[in-house]
C-alpha cells in the first residue's frame, strides 16, 4: 500500500471512454495517475480521500515511469507517471 498527497483530480470522458487523471506528490515529486491504467487490473484498488487530500493504491506492487511530453510552450519536458506493476522481462522474448 503507497500513499500519495492528493494534489488535483480532472476527469475526462474522450469519444465514451471515462476516466480520471490524479496528480499526486511524494517526496517532492509530482506523479500522474490515470485510472484507465489500472482498469484492466482488478486486484489493485485507489482510494481517495478529498478530506485529507490522499490517494491511496493498494492491492500489488507499483511501477514509477519517466514519460516525456510536449507542455503548453511546445517544449519537451519530463513527467512522472504511475502503473501498475507486471512481471515481463525483455528476455522473455
Not at 487523471?21 to 515529486?29: D, E, F, L, P, Q
Amino acid at each position: 500500500m503507497t500513499t500519495f498527497k492528493l494534489i488535483k483530480s480532472t476527469s475526462f470522458d474522450t469519444n465514451g471512454v471515462k476516466g480520471t487523471v490524479h496528480t499526486v506528490a511524494y517526496k517532492g515529486r509530482a506523479l500522474n495517475l490515470s485510472t484507465l491504467s489500472f482498469a484492466e487490473t482488478p486486484e489493485y484498488q485507489i482510494q481517495v480521500d478529498a478530506t485529507a487530500k490522499t490517494l491511496v493504491v493498494s492491492g500489488g506492487d507499483i511501477a514509477i515511469v519517466q514519460k516525456d511530453y510536449l507542455n503548453e510552450l511546445n517544449q519537451t519536458v519530463h513527467g512522472l507517471s504511475i502503473y501498475p506493476k507486471f512481471d515481463l522481462a525483455i528476455d522473455a522474448f
